[in-house]
């Protein structure tokens, strides 16, 4: 499960296009037939696949060039956790970051010595890829979390020490997130080289000023304005979470382009469903992923296919861990 899941049932997802839409950019399972021209997959196969929209569904149609094999001992649910997710780190980092696929690579680039990445909801499935990532390379990474639990996930499973971990409104609720960062996190040695963000609200601002000259700030969602449950207007609090929506998107962050000039910084957005077009760029990322050989990813919580909405509604809670994973008769393998 996705925010991009959540946006489009609520409506709010501009690429999922007019209803009736079924969400879910990614599956699990076992081959059931293949096309005369398909050479790289049979029948019986355990896969991941990638699809624009229609995965919360029991049977796909999925083109050959988005199936990948399932590593021989990993389960459905880390499968169904990992490419969507991986492939999004991926395009964020080394792509619009710029950031080397490897230590190696990095090793080359005689200005980059020191690659210092900020993740915000560096807890999540893809903050979680986007922190072994930077750690591949070699790079220093700095994480924010919703919460103290999330900062120990990462110290545990990542070796992420804690003060480069901020607690939103707790760490920096005193000198802000540019001060607790700059300070604590990066010990006073310099500021970032990337931020990605997947939050976009009030912590915009200090990580563009954290940024070093020609930093890089990557925005791949808007967290921030998730409504914390539906929008029906026949119910009382549908009316909050709109009102709540609103007024999110009113006080979303704005930047002078003038300004960035003199600032040598760069801000992209992108939307990782509207890159699915680009085979080109779809298969580059699916070679360098497999190339850093990122461990099995974290399942944070499971539920059954039929409990969809029980799922978006702890989804939208922002307690969530890891990936969320709907589960087709029981998971079975």
């Known amino acids: ?44 196969d355990r896969v991941i696949g990638l699809k624009r929209f229609s995965c919360y569904a029991t049977v796909l149609n999925v083109e050959e060039d988005f199936v990948r094999p399932l590593r021989d001992n990993w389960s459905f649910a880390e499968g169904a956790s990992f490419l969507a997710q ?28 020191r690659r210092a990445v900020l993740v915000h909801s560096a807890a999540g499935g893809v903050g979680l890829q986007l922190v072994e990532m930077v750690r591949h390379i070699g790079g220093i990474v700095v994480c924010t979390v919703g919460n103290e639990e999330k ?9 992420i020490p804690r003060e ?14 540019e001060k607790v960062v700059r300070e604590r996190a990066l010990a006073g ?75 040598n910084k760069t801000v992209s957005g992108f939307n990782v469903s509207g890159l699915f077009s680009e085979m080109e760029l779809v298969k580059r990322g699916f070679k360098e992923v497999d190339q850093m050989e990122l461990p099995r990813p974290l399942v944070g919580r499971k539920f059954a296919f039929e409990d969809v909405r029980e799922a978006m509604v702890f989804f939208q809670s922002g307690k969530s861990k890891g990936k969320l994973v709907l589960e087709v008769n029981g998971g079975e393998e």
């Open 1 to 44: 499960m996705n925010f991009a899941d959540c946006f489009t049932v609520l409506g709010l997802y501009d690429e999922a296009g007019p209803a009736p839409i079924t969400p879910g950019f990614e599956a699990c399972g076992v081959v059931e037939s293949i096309g005369s021209d398909v050479t790289t997959h049979a029948v019986g």
């Open 189 to 263: 040695e310099g500021g970032l080289d990337v931020v990605v963000d997947s939050v976009l609200g009030r912590n915009f601002e200090p990580g563009y000023n954290l940024l070093n000259t020609g930093g890089r700030y990557i925005v791949m969602g808007v967290a921030s304005m998730m409504p914390r449950g539906g929008l029906n207007i026949f119910r009382p609090s549908g009316w909050r979470n709109l009102i709540t929506l609103a007024l999110n998107y009113l006080r979303r962050p704005s930047l002078d382009l003038a300004q960035s000039i003199n600032d």
């Open 151 to 159: 900062a120990k996930l990462l110290k545990e499973r990542c070796g």
């Open 86 to 113: 991986a492939f999004t780190a991926w395009y964020a980092l080394c792509v619009l970051g710029a950031m080397p696929i490897s230590a190696k690579e990095q090793s080359r680039h005689v200005t980059s010595a």
């Open 164 to 177: 480069r971990v901020i607690v939103r409104g707790v760490d920096d609720a005193a000198d802000g997130l």
